[in-house]
Nanobody, 126 residues
């Protein structure tokens, strides 16, 4: 029901845009998030956006470089990644939280997310 795409190999300093397409249900009132996981590391919060697009949240390591957004139909969520670094290398996952009015701070954790996509690999070479 969630499918992430847009990953690939890019040189340090380059850009990629990830997309997360929703299907099978209406995600228009779902908060959406991006997480990443590098080999041997825990899953890390990257960014989140409220269901109405009114608020966005970012992990400290990507703030100022990544931008999360969603289209007006709220069927696709994007993660624009600029100034990529080798340490951004990971599998990136999109996730959906079906409680639009949940506790905002929890969006930075995996706890509230009910649906997860299979992930897309991002590799940044130095």
């Amino acid at each position: 029901q969630l499918q992430a795409s847009g990953g690939g190999l890019v040189q340090a300093g380059g850009s990629l845009r990830l997309s997360c397409a929703a299907s099978g249900r209406t995600f228009s009132r779902y908060n959406m998030g991006w997480f990443r996981q590098a080999p041997g590391k825990e899953r890390e919060f990257v960014a989140a956006i409220k269901w109405n697009g009114g608020h966005t949240y970012y992990g400290d390591s990507v703030k100022g470089r990544f931008t999360i957004s969603r289209d007006s139909a709220k069927t696709t969520v994007y993660l624009q990644m600029n100034s990529l670094k080798p340490e951004d290398t990971a599998v990136y996952y999109c996730a959906a939280d079906r409680e639009p009015y949940g506790i905002v701070t929890t969006l930075r954790t995996v706890l509230p997310y009910d649906y997860w996509g299979p992930g897309t690999q991002v590799t940044v070479s130095s």
